[in-house]
């Protein structure tokens, strides 16, 4: 069994490897994922949204475009490489702004963002509720957050799990609607609803 420190030097070697090809043709099924999950939020002018595990930040650019000039955009993510070529590729974006940072630690003040989303990293946290309870404190009181993630509600997704546990040293569990729904209550957050994005994949909602 890793430890943290192992876990967390393990995601950013695997990440910082694909940060270089991350923006390829190939990767287009994730900014699909990520511009449905902020679809479904009431994203508007003037609110603070956040991405958890942004990558190289196009949901955070996609969200920036929402918010226009009075709001602001964030992303972070555990991979260096990852948040240089964010940076990289966001000098016209003025409202944007990216952090290296670890989930469990977000470098922002209580009671922050209207809006947070996570799309296909949640089940490489090694901690969810230590994830959760900093999502909890930096949305402000009605704010939500999305998480979007296979969903072990079925048999072929269990089996997919267990199949990425052998393969990938970086992947610690998939989860189910249930079990979504008991990490949101441990944290105090209230679970909203879940939707279907593609097979197996679902969007996790929840409000503070």
Known sequence: MKNEKEH???NQQKWDSWAKSFDRKIYDFFRFMQKRTISLTALK??????????GT?????????????????????????????????????????????????????????????CTNSFHHYFDTLKVL???????????????????TDGFLAKMLDKVFQKKEQEHVKYYSTQEFKEFYAKANLNYIASKLILPFVKVHIAKK
């Open 133 to 151: 309870d900093e999502v909890f404190r930096v949305l402000k009181k009605e704010g939500e957050i999305y998480i979007l993630d296979v969903t």
């Open 45 to 54: 002018e003037k609110d603070y949204f956040l991405d958890i595990g942004c």
């Open 57 to 117: 930040g196009w949901a955070v650019r996609h969200a920036s475009k929402i918010i226009k000039e009075n709001g602001k955009a964030f992303g972070i993510d555990l991979s260096p490489k990852m948040i240089e070529i964010a940076k990289s590729n966001s000098q016209n974006n003025q409202n944007v702004f990216f952090f290296q940072a670890n989930a469990e630690n977000l470098p922002f003040e209580d009671n922050f963002f209207e809006f947070i989303i």
């Open 8 to 10: 967390t030097k393990l």
